[in-house]
């Protein structure tokens, strides 16, 4: 049985229509995982298509005097993102369950690009709903995912950003459900999408492990991740969980802190933390990272801040920006604004070994930042 | 939907010939619901109708009409309020039931509201939502979120024989209908027709249009 709570958190909060859907994706999960060919179909994938595995890279000048800094460069990644991880392992998934069309919703249009260029791969439809303010400040992934032969349907209500565009994807899925897979791109969501995309992540916290040990014989004191929904922080803890000497750090968006600020509430299907005010209605997220602009967060999340296993800290969009240019100028690399949150708290972070997840690559950023 | 104006639609409801009405309470995120109650919970929001508001709203509602009125929300609002309390305060308020449109009958057991089933439903599930549900069923026409549609689902008829099959308890279909041509022949077939986004456009334009239009309901059900 895959896990359909983390403590309080999580559950099937959805109209009952899905729930018949979210009881074979349960079924269709648990017999690929006990099927060796899907385990190395997705390997041989992994590593042909994506990159697989990824390289750990310690940075020489990024890092402050007395620290080492060491990144997991998931923007190495075929598409450019860890997006692809999870995206590649639901399509093989959506194709055992026979369906032929597939929905997603994408923010940043990282995990909307890794979704069309799998549907692309494997002969599938495509529908991307995306934000209209994310439309406007990610353009370069909308024209991406069009040549890649998806359809990218603007969402031009509410906050126009993730959160709407999350919400019109479920309601297509509703509506077209004999049909449709729902591939949600974060660790989000009713059960059992929460445990599916951390499985599906946990390759970076796997990988990172292994490559932890056989470049420096010892683990990182600090594990240090972006949080939006979360998926690339969950992939990369999955890898030291067990590991009670390591922290791990999360850094959520100032403005968009559904850990730091959020308290409980009910939001895409599942109960988690969230940013909602005291009646339970959902409050807009503001970030300059459309990644991060999202008012909740996985509920594996909620469940490691209230054990005290993770710790959850927040970075501004100007401390975001000044490390994207930090690392641009002293490494060569430009993150994407959203582990530019992470590379930020990784600065000041009391500890001499630390991992951080580079969950993506910034060229789609560049507008944004160059408007600042 | 939850309002200053609700109070006047319900009465205007009701001398139409409503048999219950149900009260949206707004939820932010409303996953259930198409276009058009979307837009009416944002308008319900920015115009301040929390829980609390809601609530009054409902005992005002209650006041002016004699027929049972049914609160229908999403499970973040009860979340926030509390479960249990909510239930109490709203039945205080005049609620006879209560309907959580993004609770399926297997959460929150306790709480006891009008369960609903759709076409996705397996047997086991009705049969659980039978014998969990407040009164009667409501039964979800299409795979979809509510709102008008061209046609009467065809989805309803094996739905309704699933169902009856199962159970003896009330049987409302609901989600798709908008016009008096569609409800009779819901009627046909379930116990009673459920109309949201239609009669919540009919609101738009006034108490006297809701009841001309409940009117026209009504005559095609007789």
């Avoid at chain 1, 951080?356 to 507008?367: I, N, Q, T, Y």
């Avoid at chain 2, 104006?5 to 001398?15: I, K, Q, Y």
């Amino acid at each position: 049985m895959t896990t359909s709570t983390y403590g309080e958190y999580g559950g099937r909060y959805v109209p009952e229509t899905l729930i018949p859907a979210l009881d074979e994706l349960d079924r269709g999960w648990e017999e690929a995982c006990a099927d060796p060919s899907f385990r190395e179909e997705l390997e041989r994938l992994g590593a042909r298509y994506v990159g697989r595995p990824s390289p750990l890279y310690e940075t020489e000048r990024f890092a402050p005097f007395g620290r080492r800094i060491v990144l997991k460069r998931e923007d190495l990644n075929h598409t450019g993102a860890h997006k692809i991880n999870n995206a590649l392992g639901q399509i093989l998934l959506a194709s055992r369950l026979g369906k032929g069309r597939i929905v997603a919703e994408t923010g940043a249009g990282q995990h909307g690009v890794a979704t069309a260029t799998v549907c692309a791969r494997f002969g599938l439809e495509c529908v991307v709903y995306m934000g209209a303010e994310d439309m406007r400040r990610q353009h370069p992934n909308v024209e991406r995912m069009r040549l890649l032969g998806a359809e990218v349907q603007a969402v031009e209500f509410g906050t126009k950003t993730l959160k709407e565009a999350t919400s019109e994807a479920i309601r297509d899925w509703i509506a077209n459900v004999e049909t449709t897979y729902y591939l949600i791109g974060s660790c989000v969501g009713p059960a059992p999408y929460p445990s599916i995309v951390r499985e599906l992540q946990a390759v970076i916290g796997r990988e990172a492990r292994y490559q932890m040990l056989e470049t420096y014989d010892r683990l990182p004191d600090a594990v240090v991740a972006c949080v939006g929904g979360g998926s690339n922080a969950i992939g990369l803890f999955a890898g030291f969980l067990d590991d009670a000497g390591v922290r791990l750090v999360g850094v959520e968006a100032a403005g968009a802190a559904s850990l730091g600020s959020g308290r409980p509430a009910v939001l895409h299907g599942a109960r988690s933390s969230v940013l909602a005010d005291g009646d339970g209605q959902v409050l807009d997220a503001h970030s300059i990272s459309a990644g991060l602009d999202y008012p909740g967060v996985g509920p594996e999340h909620a469940a490691l801040r209230d054990s005290g296993r993770a710790e959850y800290v927040t970075a501004t969009d100007e401390e975001a920006v000044a490390a994207f240019h930090r690392l641009a100028e002293t490494e060569g690399i430009l993150p994407a604004l959203e582990p530019a949150h992470a590379l930020a708290r990784a600065l000041d972070l009391d500890a001499e070994l630390i991992l951080v997840g580079l969950s993506g690559r910034g060229d789609k950023d560049l507008a944004e930042v160059l408007q600042i | 939907m939850a309002g200053a104006e609700t109070p006047e639609l319900a009465r205007a409801a009701e001398s139409g010939g409503a048999d219950l009405i149900e009260i949206g309470f707004p939820f932010s995120d409303p996953l259930a619901d198409g276009p058009v109650i979307r837009r009416a919970a944002e308008r319900a929001l920015a115009a301040g109708m929390r829980t609390q508001a809601c609530l009054e709203n409902l005992r005002a509602i209650g006041e002016l009409v004699g027929v049972p009125l049914v609160p229908m929300t999403y499970a973040s609002l009860l979340e926030a309020y509390g479960w249990e309390r909510f239930a109490v305060d709203a039945r205080d308020a005049g609620a006879s039931s209560l309907i959580v449109a993004d609770l399926p009958v297997d959460a929150q057991p306790e709480l006891s509201r009008v369960q609903l089933v759709a076409p996705t439903s397996t047997d086991e599930r009705i049969a659980l939502a039978s014998e969990r549900t407040d009164g009667w069923l409501y039964l979800v026409t299409v795979a979809g979120t509510t709102g008008a549609r061209a046609e009467l689902s065809p989805a309803l008829a094996p739905l309704v024989a699933r169902t009856r099959a199962l159970t003896d308890i009330p049987l409302y279909a609901g989600f798709g209908i908008s016009t008096p041509e569609q409800a009779a022949a819901a009627a046909e077939l379930a116990d009673g027709v459920v109309v949201g986004s239609a009669a919540l456009l009919a609101a738009e334009e006034g108490a006297g249009a809701l009841e001309r239009f409940v009117a026209h309901l009504r005559a095609a059900l007789a």
